[in-house]
Nanobody, 116 residues
């Protein structure tokens, strides 16, 4: 059984930081591209960043320079360090595992709220 469990969300003031974690089980972790998506109220889910098993990383333009994505294949975990958070970063953040061969799994999401 595949499980992706996100943690680390919460309420933070503008300019603050959070680190999200996504722990995977039931998959060969290094075979999977790990993505973070987010969905704000009334908006479509959007890609935030992705990292391949070989640590090739892609960031969407709206998080470049503020967010850092990393993975630890030994711990089956991917991390999203989010700095200089803005109110527009408020969303539910979802972890996704995709092996580009039909294996596509989602976590339950973790709420990030940026507000003073």
């Amino acid at each position: 059984q595949v499980q992706l469990v996100e943690s680390g969300g919460g309420l933070v003031q503008p300019g603050g930081s959070l680190r999200l974690s996504c722990a995977a089980s039931g998959i060969i972790f290094s075979d999977y591209v790990m993505d973070w998506y987010r969905q704000a109220p009334g908006k479509q889910r959007e890609l935030v960043a992705s990292i391949t098993g070989a640590n090739t990383i892609h960031y969407e333009a709206f998080v470049k320079g503020r967010f850092t994505l990393s993975r630890d294949n030994a711990k089956n975990t991917v991390y999203l360090q989010m700095n200089n958070l803005k109110p527009e970063d408020t969303a539910v953040y979802y972890c996704n595992a995709d092996n580009r061969r039909g294996g596509d799994y989602w976590g339950q999401g973790t709420q990030v709220t940026v507000s003073s």
